[in-house]
């Protein structure tokens, strides 16, 4: 339903006067790819500028793999700093 409804909104935007310079989005694999593959086809063939697309850091932060690699490395490395510092990394990256 979530790449549907993209689909649909890009088509929309696509189809009218503005220039879209960017796009922000959770990590939805097909949003992903479509942007990748066929948002630049979409935007050559109707003249416009490729549009980047980011990933919104609230959600890679939320994510468990980088919570996971974050616990394991602090884990491996059993620096003070780096057990000290765990907390703080991930929170700097969801600021």
């Given at each position: 339903m979530e790449f549907i409804g993209h689909q649909k909104a890009f088509a929309f935007l696509l189809g009218t006067a503005m220039i879209i310079k960017a796009f922000i989005s959770d990590r939805h694999?097909?949003?992903?790819?479509?942007m990748r593959v066929e948002c630049p086809k979409?935007?050559?063939?109707?003249?416009?500028?490729?549009?980047?697309?980011?990933?919104?850091?609230?959600?890679?932060?939320?994510?468990?793999l980088l919570n996971k690699?974050?616990?394991l490395s602090i884990l491996i490395i059993t620096s003070n700093i780096i057990q000290h510092y765990g907390s703080n990394m991930k929170k700097h990256i969801l600021t």
């Open positions: 694999s097909q949003i992903a790819k479509w979409k935007c050559k063939e109707l003249g416009k500028p490729l549009i980047d697309h980011f990933f919104d850091l609230w959600h890679i932060g939320k994510s468990k690699n974050l616990h």
